[in-house]
């Protein structure tokens, strides 16, 4: 076996290794081919996956402002808007646009969903509604965080608590606000100064978390002695679900010493729900909604 391949190796070079030569040139060109494929194949898969992962972004993106810009939802709440743009002067938000825009916030969670006069709620928002005790209506998700903070309260002694005012259409929205302004207007004040002193307590449709119905009003019995006022802060059933609130998701929305930043006045009565993790945060900060979502 040596000898017989050292003997081929040597001398007979000239007539084997042209067999064994193309056997080789085959081969080198098979490998170079199986290589060659590879490369290709890999760089493909690599070209694929990029694309992979930037279609879908610039499709959510256009999805997103296919629903941010559809016109029908700014149209219908264009004219309580326009007539409410110039109030805010003295307020450093006074220079956002007046027309609101439609969910223009960073977050897809419902109940962070941001409502305000910059922030309108889009009109094909659509809510499953529960009746809670005393007869109004909340989105079905905080029916039990609701139940559950009402119920506490009354086992603190304040019994009688209970929601007065939970979800409302827009169109009620759009009434309470007219029945408003037609009294001031009756008392003698022009026309427009009594809708702006009116959207302050009053949100303008679609631009009220009751319109969502992730908020409510709350009775509690000092409100039979001083109605909807800032002197419900000092009193101790009102106190209670100030200080409680967050246990149960809830937060203060209208605070006191964030009125130019909410562009609401402030309500001791008026909770909305966030969920727990927010609500901590929240309350425990001393700050409001769009500070929370950076959106102040
Ligand atoms: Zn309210």
Known sequence: MTQSGRGSSGPSRKRLPIRQRRQLLLLL????????????GILVAMDRRQSETQEPISTTLSEQEGQL??????????????????????????????????????TQDWNLILINKQNLLPEDYTVDLVTVSGGQRVDARIVEPLTDMLNAARQAGYSGVYV??????????????????????????????????????IAPPYTSEHNAGIAVDIYAPSYSVYGFSPALENQADYSWFKEHCAEYGFILRYPKDKVAVTQYQFEPWHFRYVGQEAAQAIMSQG??????LGQA
């Open 29 to 40: 060109l098979a490998v170079v081919l199986i290589v060659v494929a590879a490369v290709i």
């Open 69 to 106: 810009s559809t016109p029908s939802s700014t149209e219908g709440i264009s004219e309580p808007e326009s007539t409410s743009s110039e109030p805010t002067s003295s307020e450093p938000t006074s220079s956002k646009p007046s027309g609101g825009q439609v969910g223009n916030y960073p």
């Open 164 to 201: 007065m005012s939970g979800y409302r259409t827009p169109a009620l929205s759009q009434a309470l606000i007219d029945k408003e302004v037609q009294i001031r207007v009756n008392q003698g004040m022009d026309e427009q100064a009594a809708y702006e002193e009116v959207i302050q307590a």
């Open 287 to 292: 700050i409001c909604l769009e500070e929370y």
